[in-house]
């Protein structure tokens, strides 16, 4: 019997449709990534799994996919660890290897790695696929392409504002017509945390309320609960989720809820500085916005922390990122401060087909088909059909003598732009029709002054 074709759950098959959607987004996404002074790297698809473990906190290292070693390694397996009901030491002994998470900390492996040979402030982007074991949904998929700028060997906040204006740049240039650019700072989180009494469990705390939009206050309170946070400490939480007005107004109340955290002052000092260069620049579409509860779940992020969402589509986020000043020091390069943003391509190219945002112009996979009568006349086409694609035409010849009805439905359905029919006398007078798909008009012309058509239409 005969196997059901299937692919894994949260795995997409792209049409060429779709194929030239994608390439138009990644066309458009890199253009701006150049202008702004990024140069392109790339990374194998697979890092040592030490690599990967431990730097993206306890939920992230549960959606990483690991490489089952093969052969010889194999044998290789610690069975003393299972022995002992150790599962992460024996399954570190299974897998070496592991599929990327993201694009950020093979980046950081890279820089150390090849530290010599970069120049410093190092400007990337990378566009590539990462993999992660979440359960499929909704704009939520297992294999999905980064596409990610950073910036490594400065501190400066002005490569915030930068960032922001990418963000902003690229999903206008894209079409979008509105989303929120969200902005925080991992330090006033700190803030938050140490004025809760709670400084040692940052993390928990960012996890839980970054999840407010998903499972709502009472979800976040009851994570906190389940973490073992006190009363009291949440009931100091809870404020921050009413806070609201303008990113001046949310400013002016951190300022009186943080006055006894310096860490909490540091984070709205640098908070503050990036939304006064941003407000003197402007913004295109986006619209910027202070959002106190946004933490993102990374264990890296030390400072501004970023994500889009676009508006009038039931989508998660689009885009994230933030600064992280730790993360090279992971692989023994310390001092080296770096900040980046990723563009979720796949998501984004879901809302970019609800919203019918790519142009009709590329359904066209086809510019011009030659219909072809028998052997001679195909024999006289192919020799125009290479002049043609000199010209950088699409263009093709029907590779048999089928019935005209069928050639010209092939045409139809491969949204050709224009048939060229030659038939024995036409070749002999050295004319042809020319016939446009979309409008129906056909015209008589002679193969120059084809060819000149061809140039002026394309």
């Not at 490489?67 to 194999?74: A, D, P, R, V, Y």
């Not at 796949?346 to 790519?358: A, Q, S």
Request: some cysteine; hydrophobic content about 40%.
């Amino acid at each position: 019997m005969a196997q059901k074709p299937a692919i894994p759950k949260g795995t997409r098959d792209f049409l060429p449709t779709e194929v030239a959607k994608r390439n138009y987004m990644f066309a458009t996404i890199k253009e701006v990534f150049r202008r702004y002074g990024y140069a392109p790297i790339e990374t194998p698809s697979f890092e040592l799994s030490s690599t990967l473990l431990g730097k993206y906190g306890e939920e992230g290292d549960r959606l990483i996919f690991r490489i089952l070693n093969s052969g010889e390694k194999m044998r290789k397996a610690d069975l003393d660890a299972l022995a002992q009901d150790n599962l992460p030491r024996f399954a570190n002994s299974l897998a070496e290897k592991a599929l990327r998470y993201d694009l950020t900390v093979p980046f950081a492996r890279f820089v150390v790695q090849h530290q010599n040979d970069l120049t410093f402030p190092f400007k990337r982007y990378q566009i590539q696929p990462v993999w992660r074991a979440d359960r499929p949904q909704h704009g939520r998929y297992q294999e999905f392409t980064q596409c990610d700028v950073d910036v490594v060997g400065s501190d400066s906040l002005l490569n915030e504002v930068e960032l922001i204006q990418i963000f902003d740049e690229v999903l206008t240039k894209l079409g979008l017509p509105g989303f929120s650019i969200q902005l925080n700072n991992r330090k006033i989180l700190s803030g938050i945390a140490e004025v809760c009494g709670e400084a040692a469990r940052i993390v928990d705390m960012t996890v839980a309320i970054d999840k407010l939009d998903k499972i709502g206050e009472d979800g976040v309170i009851a994570e906190l609960e389940q973490k073992g946070f006190s009363a009291a400490s949440i009931e100091k939480i809870k404020p921050l989720f009413a806070f609201e007005g303008s990113n001046a107004d949310k400013l002016t109340l951190l300022r009186s809820y943080l006055a006894d955290s310096e860490v909490g002052q540091k984070g709205l000092d640098e908070l503050s500085e990036v939304l006064e260069h941003v407000n003197a620049l402007g913004l295109k579409r986006g619209q910027l916005v202070f959002d106190l509860t946004l933490a993102r779940g990374l264990n890296y992020y030390t400072g501004a922390i970023f994500e889009v969402k676009a508006h009038d589509v039931k989508m998660g986020s689009i885009c994230g990122g933030g600064r992280y000043d730790d993360l090279t020091a992971l692989f023994g390069l310390k001092g080296l401060s770096g900040v980046g943003i990723s563009f979720g391509a796949d998501r984004i190219y879901d809302v970019m087909t609800e919203l019918e945002l790519f142009p009709k112009e590329l359904d066209r996979t086809l510019d011009v088909l030659f219909v072809n009568f028998g052997s001679e006349e195909g024999k006289y086409c192919l020799k125009l059909l290479q002049q043609v694609r000199n010209l950088g035409l699409a263009a093709e010849l029907y590779p048999s003598a089928a019935k005209l009805q069928k050639q010209l439905k092939y045409a139809n359905d491969r949204n050709v732009s224009y048939v060229v029919m030659i038939g024995a006398e036409e070749a002999a007078a050295g004319t042809l029709s020319f016939k446009n798909m979309e409008t129906g008009a056909q015209e008589q012309l002679s193969s120059a002054d084809f060819l000149t058509k061809c140039g002026q239409l394309f």
